[in-house]
């Protein structure tokens, strides 16, 4: 009798090859209080623990149960979640603020929803992979640019013979900690007639006064032209997205955004969590100062060039096994590090990725030091 086909045989083979390339992943599931060093998570306000936001997150679990039980237009959207688009709206100066369920749907939803057939939509080649499925799944024409090159996203705008124009970016990119030229490009966009749309991730709760973002910094917030999408999960400590614009582009969001439409509303207790987050931040506005002092730390101790300009440190090794080595050697002497590689990263450039905390404490900040010294220079 002959064998029966097997349809998915060629998931073995990209199996072994992703092994032999280093790239094979599996799930690590940590263990609560476990006493490791965490250099890994995007928490860098250290607010996921913190009392009041879970205590946050617990009214909002008594008051409204843990699902949101639909859609934002059916039963998903609840008093909070409207109280917490104002507060955001008013915390990075913005008209007005939309809620998702992960700031990947908010990604989605804007650059989708603002575009169509007579785009052109142009994408830093460092843009976040939510960003490049969104450019993948609108119906524009995309052009992929060099990385913070106003030279290059004048050049694409200059030669589309669309209508329409919107330019993304990421404002912090994720895996270098490195910033957009937003003021360079707020000009260019709007000498062209395009919209910006800049992914706050990694710069709300470290960049701009108080925590505000890149784009508050950079003396942009507010403008009309100008469309922030954000995460409730890096450093508001809980889950969840939003997307912060002119009043106009919130209503075009509702009736056309499919990850709006057709995606359940965030958790209430996430809701909860990030309002008390959000609560802590504006009264504690020196804890972004200590996300950046704790991130030159790092630096130093890893050997890395520069100040940090974001939460960010990227030790490059260049080899995966490499790096793969060095972020376990790093958990066996009790500091839990990002490891970055193909296709986070280009090929040549994995890495470890380090993410300053505000609550680090200083016997904290000396361990890792020791640690970092040790691994960064044997690797090297």
């Known amino acids: 009798m002959s064998e029966l086909p097997d349809p998915l045989a060629w998931l073995d083979s990209a199996s072994g090859h992703r092994r032999a390339a280093g790239l094979h992943r599996v799930l690590s599931p940590r263990q609560p209080n476990d006493g490791i060093i965490d250099l890994a998570s995007n928490d860098y306000l250290g607010l996921s623990r913190h009392p009041e936001v879970i205590a946050g997150a617990k009214r909002s679990l008594d008051l409204w149960g843990p699902g949101s039980t639909g859609s934002r237009l059916?039963?998903?959207?609840?008093?909070?979640?409207?109280?917490?688009?104002e507060e955001l709206a008013d915390f990075t100066g913005a008209p007005s603020a939309l809620v998702f369920s992960s700031g990947y749907m908010a990604n989605i939803a804007a650059v989708t929803a603002l575009s169509n057939q007579d785009t052109l939509i142009v994408s830093d080649s460092a843009s976040h992979a939510s960003l490049v499925d969104a450019c993948r799944l609108s119906r524009g024409r995309v052009a992929v640019v060099e990385h913070c090159n106003l030279s290059a996203v004048r050049a694409a705008l200059e030669e589309r013979d669309e209508e329409h124009a919107l330019v993304v970016t990421d404002s912090v990119f994720s895996a270098d900690g490195d910033l957009a030229p937003l003021r360079?490009?707020?000009a260019v966009c709007r000498e062209m007639d395009a919209v910006l749309i800049v992914d706050e991730a990694h710069g709300i709760g470290v960049r701009g006064e108080g925590g505000r973002g890149l784009v508050h910094e950079s003396g942009l917030a507010g403008e009309p032209d100008i469309v922030i999408t954000m995460t409730l999960s890096k450093a508001l400590g809980s889950q969840g997205g939003a997307v912060v614009a002119d009043d106009r582009i919130r209503e075009h969001l509702i009736n056309t955004a499919r990850t709006f439409i057709f995606d359940t509303g965030l958790s209430p207790a996430a809701v909860g969590a990030a309002r008390a987050a959000l609560h802590v931040l504006k009264r504690e506005p020196e804890r972004p100062h200590a996300v950046l002092d704790h991130a030159a730390v790092l630096a130093e101790a890893a050997d890395v060039a520069g100040k940090p300009e974001s939460a960010v440190v990227s030790v490059v090794l260049g080899d995966a096994a490499t790096a793969v080595a060095a972020a376990?050697?790093?958990?066996?002497?009790?500091v839990r590090v990002g490891c970055f590689r193909p296709p986070s990263v280009p090929p040549g450039?994995?890495?470890?990725r380090l993410t300053a905390r505000a609550d680090l404490t200083e016997n904290e900040l000396t361990a890792?030091?020791?640690?970092?010294?040790?691994?960064?220079?044997?690797?090297?």
Do not use: I, M, N, W
């Open 74 to 85: 059916v039963t998903g959207t609840t008093a909070e979640h409207l109280q917490l688009e």
């Open 184 to 186: 360079g490009l707020h």
């Open 328 to 334: 376990q050697r790093c958990l066996e002497e009790g």
């Open 349 to 352: 450039t994995s890495r470890l």
């Open 368 to 380: 890792v030091t020791q640690v970092l010294r040790r691994v960064a220079g044997d690797a090297a």
